[in-house]
T-cell receptor, first 116, second 113 residues
Framework: AQKVTQAQTEISVVEKEDVTLDCVYE???????LFWYKQPPSGELVFLIR??????QNEISGRYSWNFQKSTSSFNFTITASQVVDSAVYFC?????????????FGQGTTLQVKP | EPEVTQTPSHQVTQMGQEVILRCVPI?????FYWYRQILGQKVEFLVS????????KSEIFDDQFSVERPDGSNFTLKIRSTKLEDSAMYFC???????????FGPGTRLLVL
C-alpha cells in the first residue's frame, strides 16, 4: 500500500536558520514519483519539485534543496537561510506509475513557522 | 503563465442541497483531478479523470459525488446531497499525463450548514 509519512507536525525556527523537513514513503511500485508542495496561509497548493524513482540526484534550487534516498525511502527537503515568507505547510506526496491515473497520496504535512 | 481556475472561491449551502464546483484546467492538460482538504488535515484524493471517464476514485468518492467535463474547458464536481462532513476545501488539479506534475487551482471552500 502507498503511504507518505511526515513525522514532523510543526517546526519553528528563527529567520536565517536552516531547516529540514522529513518525508518517508512506502510503495510496492518500482516506478513512482515524489513531490513537494507548499501551502502558504492563503491556502493554495504551490508545486515545488517532482522527482522520479530512477533519478536519485539531489537537487538544489536557490535556498531549497532535496535529498532523495531510495535506500531509506526518504525524500527530505531543506530550506537554507529560512525567511519569514517560508512560513507555510509543506506537503510531500507520492504518485505510483502503475495504472497511470496520477493519484497523489499526500503526507500529513509539516507546518513551518519562521520567526523574525 | 497558464493556471487552473476554480469557481466559486467560497460556497455556503444547507445540508441536503446539491452543489456544483467548477474548474477550468490548464488548456493542454489531459488529466484532471479533484482533491479535498478538511480544515487542518492533509489533502485527500477524490477522483482522477481522463479521456472523458473516471480513471480512479477513492473510497470517499461515493454515489453522492459525480464529475463531468461538460465542454472543452470546464471540469465539474457535483455533490448531490451535501452532508455536514462534506465541509472542506476542494481543489481541482490538472496535468499533461498521469506521470507529470499536477497543478492545483486555488480551491473552493465549501461550508455545509
Amino acid at each position: 500500500a502507498q503511504k507518505v509519512t511526515q513525522a514532523q507536525t510543526e517546526i519553528s525556527v528563527v529567520e536565517k536558520e536552516d531547516v529540514t523537513l522529513d518525508c518517508v514513503y512506502e510503495t510496492r511500485d518500482t516506478t513512482y514519483y515524489l513531490f513537494w508542495y507548499k501551502q502558504p496561509p492563503s491556502g493554495e497548493l504551490v508545486f515545488l519539485i517532482r522527482r522520479n524513482s530512477f533519478d536519485e540526484q539531489n537537487e538544489i534550487s536557490g535556498r531549497y534543496s532535496w535529498n532523495f534516498q531510495k535506500s531509506t525511502s526518504s525524500f527530505n527537503f531543506t530550506i537554507t537561510a529560512s525567511q519569514v515568507v517560508d512560513s507555510a505547510v509543506y506537503f510531500c506526496a507520492l504518485s505510483e506509475a502503475m495504472g497511470n491515473t496520477g493519484k497523489l497520496i499526500f503526507g500529513q504535512g509539516t507546518t513551518l513557522q519562521v520567526k523574525p | 503563465e497558464p493556471e487552473v481556475t476554480q469557481t466559486p472561491s467560497h460556497q455556503v449551502t444547507q445540508m441536503g442541497q446539491e452543489v456544483i464546483l467548477r474548474c477550468v484546467p490548464i488548456s493542454n492538460h489531459l488529466y484532471f483531478y479533484w482533491y479535498r482538504q478538511i480544515l487542518g488535515q492533509k489533502v485527500e484524493f477524490l477522483v482522477s479523470f481522463y479521456n472523458n471517464e473516471i480513471s480512479e476514485k477513492s473510497e470517499i468518492f461515493d454515489d453522492q459525488f459525480s464529475v463531468e467535463r461538460p465542454d472543452g474547458s470546464n471540469f465539474t464536481l457535483k455533490i448531490r446531497s451535501t452532508k455536514l462532513e462534506d465541509s472542506a476545501m476542494y481543489f481541482c488539479a490538472s496535468s499533461e499525463s498521469g506521470a507529470e506534475t499536477q497543478y492545483f487551482g486555488p480551491g473552493t471552500r465549501l461550508l455545509v450548514l
